[in-house]
């Protein structure tokens, strides 16, 4: 079933949190492990506009139904880092935007190229590139709710479990329709396929890895996706992946958490404070 752009314009809204007990963390903390997941969550959902910024110098932002989904997707990605940034204030941990752009200057040259890479690969590619973002964007959304799920899961308090739930819902929606836009433009041209997987099992890495220390992405990808549960979800992202035209048997999940080092089997979760 095609995804009604106009449905999802509509009914848009942002995160819901302010019935949830946050007060409740005054006396039930999060530990040291989970706070830095989530901090990196945060800071990754709050580093939505970047991503946004550099795509609308591509063909992508010239489709109606795709400039009119990045708007709410970017604007309900922004309440997911402020849902979850009011999590980290019951804990002390105030962000501030003066330290996400630090963060984005940090990356220096690298940040201020890329809307240009981007622009120049989108012409030469043409609407084909359109096929590769949307992939990649179900990847990224893929592995999200995951990791908002994983975390509910190994979660002993049922605040923030409900939470992140809530966020996986939201991101629900995200995936439908950037599988619904992929499926159908590579399913519609080889050269996009093979355009696609190239960048996917070339280039594609956990989301966050291009913005936070390799010390983070590690810290995540071992406190979520470790042992033999979290393996288990990585296989499920990559098995959603590689349902896709031309994408048959594509691994990019497990060979990301391979390269990082992170355990394949044992407990599922790892003490890494």
Same mark, same amino acid.
């Given at each position: 079933?095609?995804?009604?752009?106009?449905?999802?314009?509509?009914?848009?809204?942002?995160? %819901?949190? #302010?019935?949830?007990?946050?007060?409740?963390?005054?006396? %039930?903390?999060?530990?040291?492990?989970?706070?830095?997941?989530?901090?990196?969550?945060?800071?990754?959902?709050?580093?939505?506009?970047?991503?946004?910024?550099?795509?609308?110098?591509?063909?992508?932002?010239?489709?109606?139904?795709?400039?009119?989904?990045?708007?709410?997707?970017?604007?309900?990605?922004?309440?997911?880092?402020?849902?979850?940034?009011?999590?980290?204030? @019951? %804990?002390?941990?105030?962000?501030?935007?003066?330290?996400?752009?630090?963060?984005?200057?940090?990356? #220096?040259?690298?940040?201020?190229?890329?809307?240009?890479?981007?622009?120049?690969?989108?012409?030469?590619?043409?609407?084909?590139?359109?096929?590769?973002? @949307?992939?990649?964007?179900?990847?990224?959304?893929?592995?999200?709710?995951?990791?908002?799920?994983? @975390?509910?899961?190994?979660?002993?308090?049922?605040?923030?479990?409900?939470?992140?739930?809530?966020?996986?819902?939201?991101?629900?929606? /995200?995936?439908?329709?950037?599988?619904?836009?992929?499926?159908?433009?590579?399913?519609?041209?080889?050269?996009?396929?093979?355009?696609?997987?190239?960048?996917?099992?070339?280039?594609?890495?956990?989301?966050?890895?291009?913005?936070?220390?390799?010390?983070?992405?590690? /810290?995540?990808?071992?406190?979520? @996706?470790?042992?033999?549960?979290?393996?288990?979800?990585?296989?499920?992202?990559?098995?959603?992946?590689?349902?896709?035209?031309?994408?048959?048997?594509?691994?990019?999940?497990?060979?990301?958490?391979? #390269?990082?080092?992170?355990?394949?089997? #044992?407990?599922?979760?790892?003490?890494?404070?």
């Amino acid at each position: 079933m095609a995804f009604d752009i106009d449905k999802y314009t509509a009914t848009s809204v942002a995160v %819901h949190w #302010g019935d949830l007990d946050l007060e409740s963390f005054r006396e %039930h903390p999060l530990d040291d492990t989970s706070l830095r997941t989530l901090r990196y969550m945060t800071d990754v959902e709050y580093h939505t506009v970047c991503y946004t910024r550099d795509l609308l110098t591509t063909p992508s932002h010239r489709d109606p139904d795709v400039s009119a989904f990045m708007t709410m997707w970017n604007r309900e990605e922004f309440w997911h880092g402020e849902a979850l940034a009011a999590v980290l204030h @019951m %804990h002390g941990v105030t962000v501030q935007y003066d330290e996400l752009k630090a963060k984005r200057l940090k990356l #220096g040259w690298k940040d201020r190229l890329d809307p240009i890479k981007q622009s120049v690969l989108g012409t030469l590619v043409g609407s084909d590139f359109i096929a590769t973002h @949307m992939a990649w964007g179900a990847a990224n959304e893929w592995s999200a709710i995951t990791a908002y799920n994983r @975390m509910a899961e190994l979660e002993e308090n049922p605040v923030l479990a409900e939470l992140l739930r809530r966020i996986a819902k939201q991101e629900a929606r /995200h995936v439908a329709f950037y599988t619904s836009q992929a499926r159908a433009r590579l399913a519609a041209s080889t050269k996009a396929q093979k355009l696609t997987r190239f960048a996917l099992k070339r280039f594609w890495a956990p989301v966050g890895s291009t913005i936070m220390e390799r010390d983070d992405v590690v /810290h995540v990808m071992t406190h979520l @996706m470790s042992g033999d549960a979290g393996r288990d979800a990585a296989r499920k992202v990559d098995r959603s992946i590689a349902s896709l035209p031309g994408l048959e048997d594509l691994r990019i999940v497990e060979d990301a958490l391979d #390269g990082l080092g992170i355990a394949a089997d #044992g407990d599922d979760r790892v003490s890494i404070r």
